[in-house]
């Protein structure tokens, strides 16, 4: 008797029927992609300890396999949705950012100049859709209990390039705060709607709320740079 396979990964297998390997491989990114949207939403919502991996598939309508085959298990897809973030962040930052570039090699204008560039783009991938609202409360669940280490390569980045433009060490106090405060200027519109959509009136952010960000970021970050070039 055939038996139905509940998820799309597989096509209905029944005697002497078999998914071909072509299939499978098709099926597969689209799958893992909604296991990733799924574990992101409940894991936001309800806590890692409070979710299950039977729960995340349902709601992604994937087998429960799934999670082994991609992750291993509940902790390798909770890192797995950091992973998949910020391997997107950084294909999204190759496209104005060369990586391999150290910071103390240029001068301090193209410094300054790449910061405010990689602040403008922060902006725009920050409220432009890269970043869900459920991702977004991920997040902050991650940042607050600090289950797994989070290592964006565009975040050591700006960190170095910071140091670089105060001619400091990047474990420098006085630069770990500093870039926290300034990552703080993008980020806390979205982290605190309630003071910001909820005021505004609005659902979400637009073109005109992106570039009143900019500007004040940029005016931060001027107001750093007064050390500097005072």
């Known amino acids: 008797m055939p038996t139905k396979v509940r998820s799309n990964e597989k096509r209905i297998v029944g005697r002497g029927q078999k998914s071909s390997d072509s299939e499978r491989a098709r099926l597969m990114p689209a799958t893992k992609e909604r296991i990733l949207v799924s574990a992101t939403k409940l ?4 806590g890692f300890d409070g979710v299950g991996i039977r729960e995340i598939c349902k709601d992604a ?4 396999c799934m999670i082994s085959y991609f992750w291993g298990g509940k902790e390798g897809l909770y890192q797995g949705i950091l992973d998949d973030l ?52 991920f997040l902050l ?40 405060f300034i ?3 993008i980020n ?8 910001s959509l909820k005021l505004l009136k609005q659902e979400k952010f637009s073109e005109e709320d992106k570039n009143i960000i900019k500007n004040n970021v940029r005016t931060y970050i001027q107001a750093l740079l007064n050390e500097v070039q005072g």
């Open 43 to 46: 894991f936001a919502k309800k």
């Open 61 to 64: 309508g994937a087998n429960i």
């Open 86 to 137: 910020i391997q997107k962040q950084t294909e999204y930052a190759k496209n104005f950012l060369n990586l391999e570039v150290e910071p103390e090699t240029l001068s301090k204008k193209e410094q300054i100049d790449l910061l405010y560039t990689i602040l403008d783009k922060s902006v725009d991938m920050m409220y432009g859709g890269f970043i869900s609202n459920d991702l977004m409360g």
């Open 141 to 180: 669940q991650e940042h607050h209990h600090q289950r797994i280490e989070l290592t964006s390569p565009l975040l050591v980045y700006v960190r170095k390039l910071i140091a670089a433009i105060f001619d400091k060490k990047t474990d420098d106090k006085d630069i770990i705060f500093k870039t926290i």
């Open 183 to 185: 990552i703080s200027q």
């Open 188 to 195: 806390s519109p979205k982290i605190m709607p309630a003071f």
